[in-house]
């Protein structure tokens, strides 16, 4: 099995999960699906063993299970975490992070002065669930996570519109790029090509 056919497995068998909830859940609320790295896990096994990756997965699952907010979770590939939340309707971007942060602070820490010789962190994206799409929830706080981790500062991104614009700017140059190699409309020069017609 590939790993693109593993995350559509694990995406499935939680959206089955997520939706009865869902369905039963009342007015006035929003549902979000985080997305979470564990950034510095890779070095915990080379540094501390394999069995100290595995005591602080199972540390951040038991850690999951105690917070009530957290409606369901799971684990997928070997570091990534799904979760499953609720906000009261109008709550902001700003306060969901602030909130997801304030809550995972003091676990970090506690995660931190067990593996000093690392440097954890917990990248994290989020997307609101919109119309019941589950599946795309999903593929768009994978993608927020990704964004976050790139800046190796254990983040919380929306999946907002100015990632979307972001996306949308990077997939128009792509295109145009590509449509310009097929149309041969690039021109090359060699330096000394170049420095003759700058004279």
Same mark, same amino acid.
């Given at each position: 099995?590939?790993?693109?056919?593993?995350?559509?497995?694990?995406?499935?068998?939680?959206?089955?999960?997520?939706? #009865?909830?869902?369905?039963?859940? #009342?007015?006035?609320?929003?549902?979000?699906?985080?997305?979470? @790295?564990?950034? *510095?896990?890779?070095?915990?096994?080379?540094?501390?063993?394999?069995? +100290?990756?595995?005591?602080?997965? $199972?540390?951040?699952? +038991?850690?999951?299970?105690?917070?009530? @907010?957290?409606?369901?979770?799971?684990?997928?590939?070997?570091?990534?975490?799904?979760?499953?939340?609720?906000?009261?309707?109008?709550?902001?971007?700003?306060?969901?992070?602030?909130?997801?942060?304030?809550?995972?602070?003091?676990?970090?820490?506690?995660?931190?002065?067990?593996? #000093? +010789?690392?440097?954890?962190?917990? #990248?994290?994206?989020?997307?609101?669930?919109?119309?019941? @799409?589950?599946?795309?929830?999903?593929?768009?706080?994978?993608?927020?996570?990704?964004?976050?981790?790139?800046?190796?500062? *254990?983040?919380?991104?929306?999946?907002? $519109?100015?990632?979307?614009? @972001?996306?949308?700017?990077?997939?128009?140059?792509?295109?145009?790029?590509?449509? +310009?190699?097929?149309?041969?409309?690039?021109?090359?020069?060699?330096?000394?090509?170049?420095?003759?017609?700058? *004279?």
């Amino acid at each position: 099995m590939n790993i693109n056919n593993e995350f559509i497995k694990y995406v499935q068998t939680f959206t089955d999960r997520i939706k #009865p909830v869902l369905e039963s859940s #009342p007015e006035g609320w929003e549902h979000f699906i985080f997305c979470v @790295d564990i950034f *510095g896990f890779r070095n915990i096994n080379r540094l501390y063993g394999h069995e +100290a990756g595995n005591r602080l997965l $199972s540390a951040i699952d +038991a850690f999951m299970e105690r917070n009530d @907010d957290i409606l369901l979770h799971t684990r997928f590939y070997s570091d990534h975490f799904l979760y499953f939340v609720r906000y009261e309707k109008g709550t902001s971007d700003e306060e969901i992070i602030a909130d997801r942060q304030s809550r995972v602070k003091g676990f970090l820490l506690s995660q931190q002065q067990k593996y #000093p +010789a690392c440097r954890l962190n917990f #990248p994290c994206g989020f997307s609101r669930i919109e119309n019941a @799409d589950v599946e795309r929830a999903i593929e768009e706080a994978n993608f927020a996570r990704k964004e976050a981790k790139r800046t190796g500062e *254990g983040k919380t991104l929306s999946f907002n $519109s100015e990632l979307i614009k @972001d996306i949308s700017l990077q997939r128009q140059l792509e295109e145009s790029l590509n449509l +310009a190699l097929r149309d041969e409309q690039f021109c090359f020069f060699s330096s000394t090509e170049s420095r003759s017609h700058h *004279g």
